[in-house]
């Protein structure tokens, strides 16, 4: 079965930084555009970046462009999010979602001084 495994998460002064890591399993991984997606306490589900099945793609939210950058080991099956400069409001839950829509548990980013 399909497994996503995010990690990385935890508290950050504003303007700090943090890489999230998400392993994956249970699909063919190198074939599968990858996303993370966020939500933040009392809201939806918020699109942040896609990249293509071999890495050379990537798109971001413009709220994250510039500040945020994903990229992928295909070789380890996993995906990254590093985040720098980050504001209060990218606290949020963080999730790896494939490109079926299958989603991992979560890592917890808090942004707070």
């Known amino acids: 079965q399909v497994q996503l495994v995010e990690s990385g998460g935890g508290l950050v002064q504003p303007g700090g930084s943090l890489t999230l890591s998400c392993v994956a399993s249970?699909?063919?991984?190198?074939?599968?555009?990858m996303s993370w997606v966020r939500q933040a306490p009392g809201k939806g589900l918020e699109w942040v970046s896609a990249?293509?099945?071999?890495?050379?793609?990537?798109t971001y939210a413009d709220s994250v462009k510039g500040r945020f950058t994903i990229f992928r080991d295909n070789a380890k099956k996993s995906l990254f999010l590093q985040m720098n400069n980050l504001k209060p409001e990218d606290t949020a839950v963080y999730y790896c979602?494939?490109?079926?829509?299958?989603r991992g548990q979560g890592t917890q980013v808090t942004v707070s001084s």
């Open positions: 249970g699909f063919r991984f190198s074939d599968s555009t």
């Open positions: 990249i293509s099945s071999g890495g050379a793609g990537t």
């Open positions: 979602q494939n490109g079926a829509g299958s």
